[in-house]
C-alpha cells in the first residue's frame, strides 16, 4: 500500500505570506515617508534659525553704527591725587 504524498501549500499559507510582503512594503513606505517628512522639517527649521540670525546681526550692525561715539572733552584733566593734609575747621 502506497501512498501519494501531495506537495500541495495550503491557501492559508500563501495568503499569509502575502499579507506579510503587503505590511513589510506599507511599513518601508511609512518609514521612508517619516524620513522625508523630517528632514524637511529639519531642512526648514535650519533656513528659519539661518534667517533670524542673519536679521539679528545686521540690525545690531545696523543699531552699532547708529550710536555716535561717546564725547571726548580735552578740557578735562584726568588723574589721580592724594590729600596730604586737611585744613583746621573753625568751629564757631
Keep these: 500500500m502506497t501512498h501519494a504524498t ?3 501549500v495550503p ?11 503587503v505590511l513589510l512594503a506599507a511599513f518601508a513606505a511609512s518609514l521612508l515617508l517619516g524620513a522625508v ?5 529639519l ?6 534659525a539661518l534667517a533670524l540670525y ?3 546681526w545686521w ?3 545696523k ?3 547708529q550710536t555716535p561715539p561717546p564725547p571726548h572733552h580735552d578740557d ?7 590729600v596730604e593734609g586737611e585744613k583746621p575747621t573753625r568751629k564757631g
Design 59 to 61: 540690525l545690531r550692525r
Design 6 to 8: 501531495t506537495a500541495a
Design 63 to 65: 543699531w552699532q553704527r
Design 37 to 41: 517628512l523630517f528632514l524637511t522639517m
Design 43 to 48: 531642512g526648514l527649521a535650519v533656513i528659519l
Design 11 to 21: 491557501a492559508w499559507t500563501l495568503a499569509r505570506f502575502f499579507a506579510a510582503l
Design 76 to 82: 578735562v584733566l584726568e588723574g589721580e591725587y592724594t
Design 54 to 56: 542673519l536679521r539679528f
